[in-house]
């Protein structure tokens, strides 16, 4: 199972931009698209059901036998 990790800044920013974490589990776990950026971070694009499509960013600790993501942003976009 995921588990996920959430800065406090962005914990209100999900609130505000109305993102659930099931759409970040389906993001990380199935994403359409993936590309590597610096310092090990991810950025994942999924498109929802809804037609959305969520970008999230965010890095998978490196701690032995964990399956822990730490969120780094998520948003909607507009492609």
Known sequence: MIRLK???HF???MQERNINVQELR??????????R???GRVKVRKKLANGKIIQV??????????????IITAYYIDV
């Open 26 to 35: 389906s993001a990380i776990s199935s994403p359409d698209s993936t590309m």
């Open 57 to 70: 960013i965010y890095y998978k600790e490196d701690v032995r036998g964990t399956n822990d993501y730490f």
């Open 37 to 39: 950026t610096f310092e």
């Open 6 to 8: 959430f800065p406090n």
């Open 11 to 13: 914990q209100h920013r």
